[in-house]
């Protein structure tokens, strides 16, 4: 074998040593992970008073809570009776050449329910019907992929990794020893699937989910500080010591550690 030869193997070998390697790197992200997968999408006006209420989530006023228009109402087939709520997903318009904004995505967080219309068949006006996947999309989201007047629109989403600002924000309600936690602005998996709280004087006590991400629990936590301890979907757990003072009071909000995304 010539010298000219070998050497010509030995860069071949090395490139291609290299495109694998970037290759396997490029796959590694949850993000990329995710498979992208079929849906539908409509969307509500600004008017609507959805997000008035708080929404299945319970987040509230979504624009005070950080979201924003950045948030989607999902169907029966992906809401999972509320787990699901601040989880991330990536959505793109597909299909229709008319109505699709080429080369755009939004990133959006699960903040709400579409509740199903039995009225109706799933492929016949029923669109959160079982088992259809489907994103009620603020207008000002919906517009960032396509054209409103698409209306019903064919998608694909994925989920992905939240990324947040600051830490976790746990707002405290009740009264007596009623205690609610509604715990927001989560980032890494979004969702969570377990709750624990301590005060200075007990030991990890399990919360029990009320509703969309308001956990709960009757104990008397009065007077002591309190730290939790919370696990995402994908069983990362992350405590947070001593995030409410001793003197904290229902209705105050505080901060703590946050997940990595």
């Known amino acids: 074998m010539s010298a000219t030869r070998s050497i010509l193997l030995v860069i071949a070998f090395t490139l291609a040593s290299r495109i694998t390697a970037h290759y396997h790197s490029s796959t590694s992200s949850p993000s990329q992970q ?13 008017a609507d008073p959805r997000d ?11 624009d005070k809570s950080g979201y924003g228009k950045a ?5 029966t087939a992906l809401f999972e009776r509320g787990q699901i709520c601040g989880a991330c997903f990536e959505v793109r318009c597909v299909e229709d050449l008319r109505w699709c904004i080429p080369g755009t995505s939004i990133i ?12 109706f068949p ?9 088992p259809n996947a489907h994103f009620v999309l603020p207008i000002e989201a919906f517009e960032k992929i396509a054209i409103w007047k698409a209306s019903n629109m064919p998608i694909q989403y994925r ?6 600002e600051g830490g976790m924000r746990f707002a405290i309600d009740g009264a007596g020893i009623f205690l609610s936690v509604l715990i927001t602005n989560v ?5 969570i699937v377990a709750v624990k ?3 200075s004087r007990t030991g990890w006590l399990p919360m029990g989910r009320n509703w969309g991400q308001n956990w709960h629990i009757n104990a008397d936590l009065r007077n002591q500080p309190l730290s939790f301890e919370v696990t995402s979907s994908d069983g990362t757990t992350l405590t947070s010591y001593s995030v409410a003072s001793q003197n904290w009071n229902f209705g105050q909000t505080f901060i703590g550690k946050q997940f990595n995304s």
């Open 197 to 199: 709280i301590k005060g």
């Open 52 to 62: 008035a209420v708080g929404g299945a989530c319970g987040y509230g006023d979504l």
């Open 159 to 164: 989920r992905i990794m939240c990324r947040k």
């Open 108 to 119: 959006v967080t699960a903040t709400n329910f579409c509740a199903p219309n039995y009225g």
């Open 122 to 130: 799933a492929d016949g006006g029923g669109r959160c019907n079982p």
């Open 34 to 46: 995710a498979e992208w997968r079929p849906a539908r999408a409509t969307y509500y006006a600004a």
């Open 187 to 191: 980032a890494g998996a979004g969702d």
């Open 71 to 75: 948030t989607a109402g999902l169907s």
